[in-house]
């Protein structure tokens, strides 16, 4: 259990923590916030009251400052900037083969950390394959699983035109992982209720994060759908007992740049409630 550690002397019981606590943990009791006692075991650590205080004046025990840095205002993006990224990002299928350092992979994962997750279970798990030699066994293994085992499931034969892949990759055309030169999988436990739903949205976050530094990504349905029903090929992507690969993504650095927004189908809505 976290243990929020509140300064009383910067404190000034404004109640800004108490507002933003989403289990009604905190009061304000003599000027000052503070836990509640009969509450404090149901504190997940999710940090919004760190976040939002405007004086500084709490922290989690045992967590250094460095790991929860100020946010500058001088680098708030503009909505105009947020809406072109959103707008111009695009799934990409042909990277160049200069590989990304480590160092800006982290950078990418650090920010996808930041996604949330129900009741802040943090429950996500990543496995990059940075070798090419290894990206292309992986694409192997779901040629194989196309051939002995996708073609037989209605819904794979119905959705992908199997025989083309296969003819395709097999004739040296990687239809399947793009000759990306690396892939990242998000895991989750597979007993988690919300698991598949936290790996796609913090891979989403490495997504766009890696979109803004000139990464290109491009989701891999073929592998997601071969994990769900292969113990081999969730052995090969170093997926643990227990875990499933819920969310898969090629990337690597773009080779082309786009320079326009794509159509998109009339927006679909419906309105509830009315002014």
């Known amino acids: ?35 509640k006692p009969e509450k404090a075991s149901r504190c997940t650590g999710c940090g919004q009251c760190l976040a939002f205080c405007p004086e500084d004046a709490i922290r989690i025990e045992g967590l250094a400052e460095s790991e ?8 708030a993006v503009s909505p105009e900037q947020a809406r072109q990224l959103l707008l111009g990002r695009r799934s990409c299928r042909v990277f160049r ?47 194989e699983w196309f051939d002995e085992t996708g ?15 296969l003819a395709r990759f097999r004739g040296g055309s990687d239809v399947i992982l793009r000759s990306s030169p690396h892939l990242i999988i998000a895991a989750a436990p597979e007993a988690a209720a919300w698991g598949c739903v936290h790996a796609s949205i913090a891979m989403t976050y490495f997504e766009l994060a890696a979109w803004a530094y000139g990464v290109g990504t491009c989701w891999s349905g073929y ?48 309105w509830l409630g009315g002014r």
Request: proline share 8%.
């Open 1 to 35: 259990m976290p243990t929020l550690v509140i300064d009383k002397a910067k404190c000034t019981g404004d109640g800004v923590c108490v507002r933003v606590c989403s289990r009604g943990l905190l009061r304000v009791s003599s000027g000052a916030a503070e836990m």
């Open 68 to 75: 929860t840095p100020r946010l500058d205002p001088a680098l």
């Open 97 to 143: 083969k200069q590989p990304v350092p480590r160092e800006l992979i982290e950078t990418l994962l650090l920010t996808a950390r930041q996604a949330p997750t129900g009741g802040n279970e943090q429950d996500v798990r990543w496995i990059v394959v940075e070798d090419p030699a290894y990206v292309q066994r992986i694409a192997e293994g779901i040629a």
């Open 151 to 165: 073609r037989h499931i209605p819904a794979v034969a119905k959705r992908y035109a199997v025989d083309a892949i």
């Open 223 to 270: 592998l997601m759908r071969a994990l769900m029903t292969s113990p081999k090929l969730r052995a090969l992507c170093g997926i643990e007992e227990g875990y499933a690969g819920y969310a898969a993504m090629m990337f690597g650095f773009a080779a082309l740049a786009p320079r326009r927004v794509t159509p998109r189908r009339p927006l679909c809505v419906t």
